[in-house]
């Protein structure tokens, strides 16, 4: 299970096979483009001249995409030896506990992967999904970062690092794995803390954490509770926040401890539960009327 996380380290290229090793920094390591029968190279140390990418050779066999992955891998000027790392782990070394949550992980996406395959009525439920966010009662920014965690487009290193190319796919709140969607809002250990701050849990959740999506439509259940819209909102300003203290830390190396995003979250809220109140109040007329003892009370006309 845990050799999906190990990846050759390329020093003089001559240890490393170019189709069967995982070489590469893509989620799976591999080249993906076939072999063409004409190719007659087979180690990585082909592909490199007087210590560098040997860019004719490249673009002769394999595609642009991974023409551009494989020539951003740097070189060294003194042509070291090949060597192992583990790609869960920003300083490339295994430890046990990102070996664990690198199994957890792959684990938990393995499921949730049979959950969504087994489920007959998307269409219609993504329709009610849709429904939902755009039902609650929060800020307009916040409805539109849950779109995008639900559509997975929301600019995390590892979705960033997979579509174009750039950075590192590196969590940098942890540095112990690729900061994934599902990284950033539960398995990291500064998010970790903040969940724990939060008075509200979703323990029975706790299954569907590696996807997003899942997760988020089992906790619309709750919405037929007593005060679970209520608690669905501040959930979601809770991961609006984590987002928000993630990208602080990222531009600004301002670090919050996890209480005081979890409080800054509720406040939040509740500030914008008593604005719309108010708003709600300016709108309708009021008129005055005597009650029984003659005092004088206002009266909101609906």
Known sequence: ??????????????????????????????????????????????????????SGIINSFFSPEETKIITTIPLSLFGGKDRDTWCSSANGEYTTKTGYVKAKEKIERNNNRSLQQDSTSRNKQNSRIWHQVWDLNTKHKIKHFLWKCLHDILPTHENIFRRIGKGEPWCRGCG???????????????????????????????????????????????????DG?????????????????????????????????????????????????????????????????DNIVAVLQQ
């Not at 845990?2 to 090793?21: C, F, N, P, W, Y």
């Not at 920094?25 to 592909?47: A, M, Q, R, W, Y």
């Not at 959740?205 to 899942?214: M, Y």
């Not at 995003?261 to 300016?282: G, H, P, R």
């Open 176 to 226: 112990e794995s690729a900061e994934t969607l599902e990284h950033l809002l539960f398995f990291c250990r500064t998010t970790e803390q903040i969940w724990k701050t939060f008075p509200i849990k979703w323990d029975g959740l706790e299954h569907l954490k590696g996807s997003f999506w899942l997760w988020w439509e089992s906790l619309q259940q709750a919405r037929e509770r007593a």
């Open 229 to 293: 819209k209520a608690h669905i909102e501040m959930t979601a300003n809770l991961l609006w926040h984590i987002w928000k203290a993630r990208n602080n830390w990222n531009f600004n190396l301002c670090n919050q401890e996890g209480y005081q995003i979890s409080q800054y979250a509720m406040v939040d809220w509740l500030e914008f539960k008593e604005a719309n109140l108010l708003n709600t109040c300016d709108k309708q007329e009021i008129s005055a009327e005597l009650d029984s003892n």
């Open 1 to 54: 299970m845990l050799e999906s996380g190990l990846r050759k380290q390329v020093g003089d290229g001559t240890t490393i096979a170019i189709l069967k090793d995982g070489w590469l920094k893509t989620s799976s390591g591999k080249i993906s483009t076939p072999k063409p029968h004409n190719c007659p190279i087979d180690k990585v140390s082909e592909l490199i001249h007087d210590h560098k990418w040997n």
